[in-house]
């Protein structure tokens, strides 16, 4: 007889992770299941040659693109998911975000539930997850019962003198919303120490609020709860009449396994959970598991997304950068009436990160000089979903990522308002208006396309929905097809919104996991 639970979850990220610590008090046997291990802690967590050049910590996976040829996705397999790499910004998606919107490209579909429905859970997220910020800066965001659980992150000079520029154009920037446990007052009692090495890198001591620290170890400390490392789920096997899971096969270093539970949550991130359930298939699900409405691995978004980097004469000594952001031309402009997306930052970039994307050629010298004199911008617009942009398995059961970007004309006039503000900085009062020496992109993922190799932004695959000819789950992310899977990973996202995934996931989690209990205890 297979060994069997009350409730199994497969994938340990900002899903699972959180599902798991709030399931973890009802007292049921849960099992987490992670396909890797724990990040080693080891000097190399804070190597920029380590984590950028050598790819210490990426899959050794390959995938193919649509042409067949080899894809290196930019993704990692550990506990905690890809929140040990992620930067930590933790946004709630706007309120119009759940509703229907029109771009120049196409329309972003409406969502099943309302922001309302998910506020008092991303209440709780942001609590979990030590979130900093400040209520009523930012121009856009949704309204809230409570102030953020801790204060929005202060910026370094060079990044408040930018802020200040921003506020002279008439612009509203605002504190980034994050995720690390740091306490400006009292640095030295702080966790975070405020490095150069949180955005792409895992945290040595533990100060990022990542889906290992702030969920599955705290979920481990129930005794009703085990984690399986290096256990890889093959599949999951139906009854004869397919209305639910009765197996999950999976495979160690021991050899292969059947396991059972009452409740099956997959959580593996868009792309792998989709995978998962197509090579699941089986006579009742001849196409994969709850795919009668064929949506399983399609409508694929990863956001249209660009690293620009502001040279100056300058230099920017800035360690920890990514506190600013700007959202007023989210939803257009006077000129421009539809979306164009949000400006923001990623970690500081350094020689290494920059040889990563850059040619062979470059001299190193170079590129650490424009590591030492750039403003590091990331620019998100939302790409919209395409049913031929999917994830699919080759005749040997490895994943095809077919993905068309779409939707780019927002994005291309987000750059040109970045452009046009970087021109409009106040006079530097050593070099004057020449001090700015212009904008241009970082290829971040050399041969690839960043919406291609970089999937840390992944959702849309296994939509939920009231209908079960177009989506796979329904509203509570329960498969409409089998009355015990559930999906808490990004993949039930509608539409991709412009904003980072992550707290909308973790949110989610924490809506699902109230009906997960209700059906359990």
Known sequence: MPMHYDVIIIGTGAGGGTLASKLAPTGKKILLLERG??????????????????????????????????????????????????????????????????????????????????????????????????RGEDPTEPPSKCPYP???????PRIQQLHEDFEHAGLKPFHTPLGVMLDEKNKRASKCIRCGTCDGFPCLIYGKADAQVLAVDPALTFPN????????????????????????????????EELSADVVVVSCGAI???????????????????????????????????????????????????????????????????????????????????RAGAPAIA?????????AHSLDFWLTSEDLPDPEN???????????????????????????KLKELMKRQRACPIHGHECHQGLFGRNLFLGQRIPLAGVAHQNGTIRFGHDPKTSALDVNCKAHELDNLYVVDGSFFPSSTALNPALTIMANALRVSDRITERIM
């Not at 990426?58 to 550990?78: A, I, V």
């Not at 001299?363 to 590591?371: I, N, S, T």
């Not at 999917?390 to 040109?416: C, F, Q, W």
Request: with cysteine; net charge neutral.
């Open 37 to 134: 291990d724990y990040v080693a802690r080891e000097k190399e967590n804070w190597s920029s040659a380590a984590v950028n050049i050598e790819g210490r910590y990426q899959t050794k996976e390959k995938w193919r693109d649509r042409d067949g040829n080899e894809l290196h996705p930019h993704t990692n397999y550990y506990v905690g998911g890809n929140t040990k790499f992620y930067g930590a910004a933790l946004f709630r998606l706007r309120r119009e975000d759940f509703g229907e919107i029109r771009h120049p490209g196409g329309i972003s579909p409406a969502w099943p539930i309302s922001y309302d429905d998910l506020e008092p859970y991303y209440l709780a997220a942001e609590h979990q997850y030590h979130v900093h910020g400040q």
């Open 150 to 156: 801790h204060p929005a992150i202060t910026h370094e």
């Open 225 to 256: 709860v085990t984690l399986r490392t290096n256990t890889y789920v093959e599949r999951l096997v139906t009854s004869s009449s397919g209305r639910e899971i009765t197996g999950v096969v999976v495979k160690n270093g021991q050899g292969r």
């Open 272 to 354: 792998n959970s989709a995978a998962l359930l197509l090579r699941s298939a089986n006579d009742r699900h001849p196409n994969g598991l709850a795919n009668g409405s064929g949506v399983v691995g399609r409508h694929y978004m990863g956001h249209v997304n660009s690293v620009l980097m502001a040279i100056s004469k300058c230099p920017n000594p800035t360690v920890f950068q990514k506190t600013l952001s700007v959202n007023d031309f989210y939803f257009g402009s006077p000129e421009w009436r539809y979306p164009m997306g949000h400006i923001s930052f990623v970690g500081k970039l350094d020689r290494d990160a920059l």
């Open 363 to 371: 001299p190193g010298f170079a590129l650490e000089m424009m590591g």
């Open 390 to 416: 999917r994830v699919t398995l080759d005749r040997d059961g490895n994943i095809v990522l077919s993905y068309r970007p779409n939707n780019e004309e927002g994005h291309k006039r987000l750059t040109a």
